[in-house]
Structure formats: structure tokens, C-alpha cells
């Protein structure tokens, strides 16, 4: 298709797929192997969960809903959608509007509970006492000292008692405004108070771990306040939302507690003609894209490729997969107006394989689960493909107009993040680095030469402050090499760091390609003479690099220091830690027999005289100083 | 949408085996019929037969008969 052919069929328009208008008669919104319409939803949800309860290696969790409103239709619905990310949710529910009294007073049934996340479903109906009208700003400020206090005083005591995660929602507003347009900008004004206590949430949450805020004042605006809340629903049943509006909250709550799981995906792999730019490379040439802020069209490409751009500087790894010959394909990124360039991805597949058959060389060259990616193509025809015979890969419906790519991609909250670490905005460099050490490693025929000319150095030491959030982000986003995909809260993390009946160990690892970061966790529990290995895992970017050896050896020399003489390691076999079955035994622990239920134990006998695994990697004293470490 | 239609999805809303709902029963005896059960009924009205239903509309009703009047559902007037 030429750039002029694609004026014709791609007027830029509303993104009337969006979930402001009329979602529940929307079939476009559709994820992948899940239900379509909101509708759908709503009607078939005991269906809906049967199916979906049929897949196997759900994760397990248990969700508390302290609701200022009722809940039952909320939680009905955060049910199916977390189902479909593969997790299983057991509930709890407050009474009605008992939210804070469940939390302030430890309410029994909710402690027993034991819940690994608190969903406080308040909306601004929940705000106990607005400011009165003409109040002067010292009083409104102490009306939000009060409110802020009382939400403040319910989380703290859930931290403190439960160690739960909690997702809070913030503010939406009313859809009536007695004051018109002074409600934002007068201090006792609704509107304005209701955004300065969403701003001391926000406050909260960012200073401090395990809360996190479910968005709903952007939600309600994406949404559209008239469709958001309705009066009458309020009113009969107590219900702060409509039910347009609870499929979107239950929606984004469930990818909120998707990337608590490290469930959400990781790399996004893109077709390139009528998808980055308009045209067909092969066909027009580079001059005749339509790319550009010349052209409405060009335009609306442009800033996909910018949306695109973002969710890399963000950790995303982006991948491009195309029927077109490379030299082609590659040509397209020195388009002068090209905000992606040829570095930004880490993977390449520009030929006239199957589609298919290139994603799944995009994950095998990238070391991730196919489940990690999301293809996006213009073409429906090569997105059923995918779909049919990658069912692992997600692939949205993007439509035929540009100008909501990046819309539809983001509603499906594919890439959520709960939070944002160093290590995930260097990711696609690491990732494209091992695209060049795979280059690099042609050039020998020997492996064990390649990894020595990597000049391999590792800091491996007990856990420290200054790693504890990057290592409790990679105990619950890394499936592959686990050997028993035990989750850890970041509470848990902070208690075995500080309890010496624990070995914790963190690795990095640099070479002269860069360095790779943080990528291996193992935790072991002391009894007497014997360490039993709770955890073991290891970031497939270093995989077949012998840093699983370098950890071992770390682990063998420190239980030798503390007179530990026998190393216990668990094997919990999941649908995608196969790689390391033979893991025990490839580092000479022997298998404990009469084991069931999958669940293997190996133990090592540790030697009074070791020699050292690792070949290849130097390990450094320090990397960091200790001060900085602390 | 006919009357046996709907009695299967309302069946279906309120995760009963397919044939439970005979259309007479009161919604206060239905153990299910919950907030959840009620935006499924009015979404399915909608993409149904069309019809907007309002909170309001839903709480004047008692039985399966009444939903089926207010969902417009063929014969249910009578």
C-alpha cells in the first residue's frame, strides 16, 4: 500500500474503541482469549470463570476488598480479570462502608484472613467531611490534615499488622458542582479539595513501600464522569460506580496486581509498514514514508513512535518483526523524522518467514517466556496467525486507524509497572548488549574463550539496603530459572536480610559489554549444621555465563564459615522453570528420595576443601562501598 | 430474544445450571441475585433486546416475570 493509497482508508478520527464511549457495547476492546465486551463481562461471568479456571499454574492470592460502597459486583469482575492474567484470587470482603473499621479495629475475620493485598475501594463519596463553603484556607488545610490522618491511620495499621500490600484509590470527582468552575480554583471547593488530598495519597505512595494507588481520578476521565457514576445505581444499590465503570476499575486493578506478580509483559514486538510509519519500505522507498509532522497521518505515526519511544526509556525492550528484507527494513529508521532509531531495538527479524516463527526467535534470542511479548501489526490477517499459533503471545486488535495505536495498546495495561527501578530503565541495553555479545561470540569456536574474553567480574554479597527493592522486583517477576518461584513481599525480604537464621546472597554481574545489574537472588534458611535453599533464581540476560557457578561458589564459602556442613536445595517444577530441573544435579547434589508431588529436595555435602565453579568470572571484594550500601 | 432465551441467561447471570429459572420464582428468593447478578441482567437486556434499563426500573421489580417485562423480552406482556 502506497502513502497516497493510505489517506484514503485511514481518516484520523476518534478512538471510539475507547472506554469512555459506550464500552459495553464495544467488541473491540477485546484481550486476547478473553471476552470481548464488557457486556460479555458482565453476562457471562460464571462461564467466563469455569473456563478460565481450567488453566493450569494459577498463582495463588488472597485479596482483601475494604469497601466504602458496595463491592460484590467489583469483586466479581476483579475476579475475571485476574483469572485471565493467570492468577487466582480468594476474597475478602468488608461490609458495606466498614473500611475503616475493619482496619482500625482489627476487625478478627480480616487478620485470619491473612491477605497478601488490601484493595481499599473508597471513592469521594468516602471523604468524611468536606469544607464548608467560605472556609478560609488555614481550615481547609486542617480538613485535609484530618482526612489524610484517617486514611493514613488505617494503612499504617494494615503495615504494621498484616504486612500486606495495599492498592488505595484515590479521588474521583463529583459529577455536580454547586460551585461551577470555582469548585477546582476556590480552596474550599470540592473539586480542589478533592485533588489536594490526591496529591498527599500520592505523597504517601511514593514514599513509601507497599502501597501503591489505583488511579481512578484518570480512570473516571477516561471513562467520562457521566458514564462513570450513576445516580441511580448509587442510590438503589449503593453502588460508587456504574458498570461500565466497574469493568474498567476491575480491569486496572487487575493489571496493578498483574505487575505485583511480575506478570506484566516485557517486550513489545512491532511490524513496521502501516504500523511505525505509513507505506510500504519496499515498495515507496524511505523519501515517500508517511512519517512526519508535515502530514495529519505522518503525524499521527510519529507520535506512536514516540509512544513507543517512552515505553522503552521505561524498560521495555522492543523488538521489530517484518515481512521485508532487512536491508529495507532497516533503511525506514534513517527517515530524518524517525523517533525510533535502528539502536532502540534489541531484537531484529525483517524477512519473509512466517510471523510466527520469527516471534518465537525473538523470545529465544532475547531469553524470555513468549508470555512476556506483545505483537502489535497492522494486519489482521498476520495477528490471527500469531494468535492461533502463539497463544502465549498477547496481540491486541489495533484497528485501521494510527491515531489510536497507542491507546489501545495502553489500555490493556500490558507493560504496568508497579514501580520504576534503575535496572528496568537500563533493561533494553542489556538486552541489546547481548545482541552484541551474540555477534561477538560468533567470532569463537571455542565457548569457554568467548566467556573469558568477556572479562566477566561479579559482586555477590549478603543482601543490603541499597538492593532490596530490586531484588524483591526480581523474587516476583522471574519464572525461568527459579527453582521454586517463591514469592516474597517486600516485608519478607527486609525480615530474612535482617535475620541471621538466613543466608541471602545477591549477584551482579558486568563484563566488557556493560553491566548487566542485579540478576541473582538465593535465600536459605539455617538449621544447625544445614541450610535449606527457600530460593535460588537467576535473570535469564546471563544465562549460560556460569554465574549460576560464581553463586554457588559464594554459598559454599560462606557456609563454610559458619560451620555449615550440608546444603539442601529445592526443586519446585512450574510450567516454565524446566531449565533448571537438572540444576541440583549438574552442581553435585544428590537426590533425596521418597519426595512427592513434584516437589524434589536435593542435598550437598559441603566439602571442607572446595574448588571453585566458576571459571570465567572474576569475583570483585566489593563493588560497592559498604557505606553505600547501608 | 424469547422468553426460554432469556430464562437460559438469566440462568447463566446468576450461575444456576441451564433450566433452573422457571420465570415465576421472587428475586428475593434467588440467593444469587446480587449487585453483580443485577448489572449482568441489565447489560444483557441491553445487548438483547436493546433496551436501556435503569436502577430505579430494577428496584420496582419482585419477580423473574417483572425482569422479563422490563428487558421487553417477546411475549412477557401478556
Given at each position: 500500500?502506497?502513502?497516497?493509497?493510505?489517506k484514503?482508508?485511514?481518516?484520523?478520527?476518534?478512538?471510539?474503541?475507547?472506554?469512555?464511549?459506550?464500552v459495553?457495547?464495544?467488541?473491540?476492546l477485546?484481550?486476547?482469549?478473553?471476552?470481548?465486551?464488557?457486556?460479555d463481562?458482565?453476562?457471562?461471568?460464571?462461564?467466563?470463570?469455569?473456563?478460565?479456571?481450567?488453566?493450569?499454574?494459577?498463582?495463588?492470592?488472597?485479596?482483601?476488598?475494604?469497601?466504602?460502597?458496595?463491592t460484590?459486583?467489583?469483586k466479581?469482575?476483579?475476579e475475571?480479570?485476574?483469572l485471565?492474567?493467570g492468577?487466582?484470587?480468594?476474597?475478602?470482603?468488608?461490609?458495606y462502608?466498614?473500611?475503616?473499621?475493619?482496619?482500625?479495629f482489627?476487625n478478627?475475620?480480616?487478620?485470619?484472613?491473612?491477605p497478601?493485598?488490601?484493595?481499599?475501594?473508597?471513592?469521594?463519596?468516602?471523604v468524611?467531611?468536606?469544607?464548608?463553603?467560605?472556609?478560609t484556607?488555614?481550615?481547609?488545610e486542617?480538613?485535609?490534615?484530618?482526612?489524610?490522618t484517617?486514611?493514613?491511620?488505617?494503612w499504617?495499621?494494615?503495615h504494621?499488622?498484616?504486612g500486606?500490600?495495599?492498592?488505595?484509590?484515590?479521588?474521583?470527582?463529583?459529577?455536580?458542582?454547586?460551585l461551577?468552575?470555582?469548585e477546582?480554583?476556590?480552596?474550599?471547593?470540592?473539586?480542589?479539595?478533592?485533588?489536594?488530598?490526591?496529591?498527599?495519597?500520592?505523597?504517601?505512595a511514593?514514599?513509601?513501600s507497599?502501597?501503591?494507588i489505583?488511579?481512578?481520578?484518570?480512570?473516571?476521565?477516561?471513562v467520562?464522569?457521566a458514564?462513570?457514576?450513576?445516580?441511580?445505581?448509587?442510590?438503589?444499590f449503593?453502588?460508587?460506580l456504574?458498570?461500565?465503570?466497574?469493568?474498567?476499575?476491575a480491569?486496572?486493578?487487575a493489571?496493578?496486581?498483574?505487575?505485583?506478580?511480575?506478570?506484566?509483559k516485557?517486550?513489545?514486538?512491532?511490524?513496521?509498514?502501516?504500523?511505525?510509519w505509513?507505506?510500504?519500505?519496499g515498495?515507496?522507498?524511505?523519501s515517500?514514508?508517511v512519517?512526519?509532522?508535515?502530514?495529519p497521518?505522518?503525524?499521527?505515526?510519529?507520535?506512536f513512535?514516540?509512544?513507543?519511544k517512552?515505553?522503552?526509556?521505561?524498560?521495555?525492550?522492543?523488538?521489530?518483526c517484518?515481512?521485508?528484507?532487512?536491508?529495507?527494513?532497516?533503511?525506514?529508521?534513517?527517515?530524518?523524522?524517525?523517533?525510533?532509531?535502528?539502536?532502540?531495538?534489541?531484537?531484529?527479524?525483517?524477512n519473509?518467514?512466517?510471523?510466527?516463527e520469527?516471534?518465537?526467535?525473538?523470545?529465544?534470542?532475547?531469553?524470555?517466556?513468549?508470555?512476556?511479548?506483545v505483537?502489535v501489526?497492522?494486519n489482521?490477517?498476520?495477528?490471527?496467525?500469531?494468535?492461533?499459533?502463539?497463544?502465549?503471545?498477547?496481540?491486541p486488535?489495533?484497528?485501521?486507524?494510527?491515531?489510536?495505536?497507542?491507546?489501545?495498546?495502553?489500555?490493556?495495561?500490558?507493560?504496568?509497572?508497579?514501580?520504576?527501578?534503575?535496572d528496568?530503565v537500563?533493561r533494553?541495553?542489556?538486552?541489546?548488549s547481548?545482541?552484541?555479545?551474540g555477534?561477538?561470540?560468533?567470532?569463537?569456536?571455542?565457548?569457554g574463550?568467548?566467556?573469558?574474553?568477556?572479562?566477566?567480574?561479579?559482586?555477590?554479597?549478603p543482601?543490603?539496603?541499597?538492593?532490596?527493592?530490586?531484588?524483591?522486583?526480581?523474587?516476583?517477576?522471574?519464572?525461568?530459572?527459579n527453582?521454586t518461584t517463591?514469592?516474597?513481599?517486600s516485608a519478607?525480604?527486609?525480615a530474612?536480610?535482617?535475620?541471621?537464621?538466613?543466608i541471602?546472597?545477591?549477584g551482579?554481574?558486568?563484563?566488557?559489554?556493560?553491566?548487566?545489574?542485579?540478576?541473582s537472588?538465593?535465600?536459605?534458611?539455617?538449621?544447625?549444621?544445614?541450610?535449606?535453599?527457600?530460593l535460588?533464581?537467576?535473570?535469564?540476560?546471563?544465562?549460560?555465563?556460569?554465574?549460576?557457578?560464581?553463586?554457588?561458589?559464594?554459598?559454599?564459602?560462606?557456609?563454610?564459615?559458619?560451620?555449615?556442613?550440608?546444603?539442601?536445595?529445592?526443586?519446585?517444577?512450574s510450567?516454565k522453570?524446566?531449565?533448571?530441573?537438572?540444576?541440583?544435579?549438574?552442581?553435585?547434589?544428590?537426590?533425596?528420595?521418597?519426595?512427592?508431588?513434584?516437589?524434589?529436595?536435593?542435598?550437598?555435602?559441603?566439602p571442607?576443601?572446595?574448588?571453585?565453579?566458576?571459571r570465567?568470572?572474576?569475583?570483585?571484594v566489593e563493588?560497592?562501598?559498604?557505606?553505600?550500601?547501608? | 430474544?424469547?422468553?426460554?432465551?432469556?430464562?437460559?441467561?438469566?440462568?447463566?447471570?446468576?450461575?444456576?445450571?441451564?433450566?433452573?429459572i422457571?420465570g415465576?420464582?421472587?428475586?428475593?428468593?434467588?440467593?444469587?441475585?446480587?449487585?453483580?447478578?443485577?448489572i449482568?441482567?441489565?447489560?444483557?437486556?441491553?445487548a438483547?433486546?436493546?433496551?436501556?434499563?435503569?436502577p430505579?426500573q430494577?428496584?420496582?421489580?419482585?419477580?423473574?416475570?417483572?425482569?422479563?417485562?422490563l428487558?421487553?423480552?417477546?411475549?412477557?406482556?401478556?
Open positions: 500500500m502506497t502513502g497516497s493509497q493510505l484514503l482508508i485511514n481518516p484520523i478520527g476518534n478512538c471510539d474503541s475507547t472506554p469512555g464511549n459506550n459495553l457495547q464495544s467488541n473491540v477485546k484481550t486476547p482469549r478473553f471476552p470481548a465486551a464488557a457486556a463481562i458482565l453476562r457471562q461471568r460464571h462461564s467466563l470463570r469455569n473456563e478460565l479456571l481450567k488453566q493450569t499454574h494459577l498463582i495463588q492470592t488472597r485479596i482483601a476488598i475494604l469497601g466504602g460502597s458496595t460484590i459486583e467489583v466479581n469482575t476483579l475475571l480479570f485476574l485471565a492474567q492468577i487466582q484470587p480468594t476474597f475478602y470482603e468488608s461490609g462502608n466498614r473500611y475503616c473499621e475493619d482496619a482500625l482489627e478478627p475475620d480480616l487478620w485470619n484472613f491473612r497478601d493485598i488490601v484493595f481499599i475501594h473508597t471513592t469521594w463519596h468516602n468524611s467531611k468536606f469544607p464548608e463553603l467560605m472556609e484556607e488555614v481550615e481547609v486542617a480538613h485535609v490534615s484530618r482526612e489524610v484517617r486514611f493514613e491511620s488505617m499504617e495499621k494494615l504494621a499488622g498484616l500486606t500490600l495495599i492498592i488505595q484509590n484515590n479521588f474521583d470527582l463529583p459529577r455536580l458542582r454547586p461551577g468552575n470555582l477546582a480554583s476556590e480552596s474550599f471547593g470540592r473539586v480542589n479539595f478533592l485533588l489536594r488530598l490526591n496529591a498527599e495519597f500520592a505523597n504517601y511514593r514514599t513509601h507497599r502501597f501503591l489505583n488511579d481512578i481520578l484518570y480512570l473516571s476521565a477516561q467520562g464522569l458514564a462513570w457514576f450513576d445516580h441511580g445505581y448509587w442510590y438503589n449503593h453502588m460508587a456504574s458498570p461500565t465503570a466497574t469493568v474498567a476499575l480491569r486496572n486493578v493489571a496493578i496486581v498483574k505487575s505485583v506478580y511480575g506478570k506484566s516485557k517486550c513489545l514486538v512491532l511490524d513496521l509498514d502501516n504500523t511505525l505509513g507505506g510500504v519500505i515498495d515507496d522507498g524511505v515517500n514514508l512519517l512526519g509532522r508535515d502530514h497521518i505522518g503525524e499521527a505515526f510519529l507520535n513512535q514516540q509512544y513507543v517512552d515505553l522503552q526509556r521505561r524498560g521495555v525492550i522492543l523488538a521489530v517484518s515481512k521485508n528484507d532487512a536491508e529495507n527494513a532497516k533503511e525506514g529508521f534513517s527517515h530524518p523524522d524517525s523517533v525510533l532509531k535502528l539502536k532502540d531495538f534489541s531484537a531484529f527479524k525483517a519473509w518467514d512466517p510471523k510466527p520469527n516471534i518465537r526467535k525473538v523470545a529465544e534470542e532475547l531469553n524470555i517466556g513468549l508470555d512476556a511479548l505483537f501489526d497492522d489482521p490477517v498476520e495477528r490471527a496467525l500469531v494468535e492461533e499459533h502463539l497463544p502465549e503471545v498477547a496481540v486488535d489495533m484497528g485501521m486507524d494510527v491515531s489510536c495505536f497507542a491507546e489501545r495498546l495502553e489500555y490493556e495495561g500490558y507493560f504496568e509497572v508497579d514501580k520504576v527501578v534503575q528496568d537500563n533494553p541495553a542489556y538486552y541489546s547481548n545482541a552484541q555479545r555477534a561477538y561470540q560468533t567470532a569463537f569456536c571455542n565457548y574463550e568467548f566467556l573469558a574474553s568477556l572479562e566477566m567480574t561479579a559482586d555477590i554479597g543482601f543490603c539496603p541499597v538492593y532490596l527493592e530490586r531484588i524483591t522486583h526480581l523474587i516476583n517477576k522471574t519464572n525461568q530459572f527453582l517463591r514469592r516474597y513481599t519478607e525480604v527486609e530474612v536480610t535482617r535475620d541471621s537464621a538466613f541471602t546472597l545477591y551482579r554481574l558486568a563484563d566488557k559489554f556493560g553491566d548487566n545489574g542485579l540478576v537472588v538465593v535465600i536459605g534458611q539455617v538449621y544447625d549444621q544445614m541450610v535449606e535453599l527457600d535460588w533464581l537467576m535473570s535469564c540476560r546471563v544465562l549460560k555465563r556460569e554465574m549460576e557457578l560464581a553463586m554457588f561458589d559464594a554459598l559454599v564459602e560462606r557456609c563454610q564459615a559458619l560451620g555449615i556442613r550440608k546444603i539442601t536445595g529445592v526443586y519446585v517444577p510450567k522453570n524446566s531449565m533448571v530441573a537438572e540444576h541440583y544435579a549438574i552442581l553435585g547434589f544428590s537426590r533425596v528420595d521418597g519426595t512427592s508431588g513434584g516437589r524434589e529436595v536435593w542435598q550437598y555435602d559441603v571442607q576443601a572446595y574448588s571453585t565453579g566458576a570465567y568470572i572474576r569475583r570483585t563493588a560497592l562501598p559498604a557505606a553505600a550500601k547501608a | 430474544m424469547t422468553k426460554v432465551e432469556f430464562l437460559l441467561e438469566l440462568d447463566e447471570i446468576l450461575g444456576l445450571r441451564a433450566g433452573t422457571r415465576s420464582e421472587k428475586l428475593d428468593d434467588l440467593e444469587n441475585w446480587d449487585s453483580a447478578a443485577l449482568g441482567f441489565v447489560a444483557m437486556a441491553e438483547n433486546s436493546g433496551v436501556s434499563i435503569s430505579h430494577i428496584v420496582n421489580c419482585s419477580t423473574v416475570t417483572d425482569l422479563l417485562r428487558a421487553q423480552v417477546e411475549g412477557s406482556s401478556s
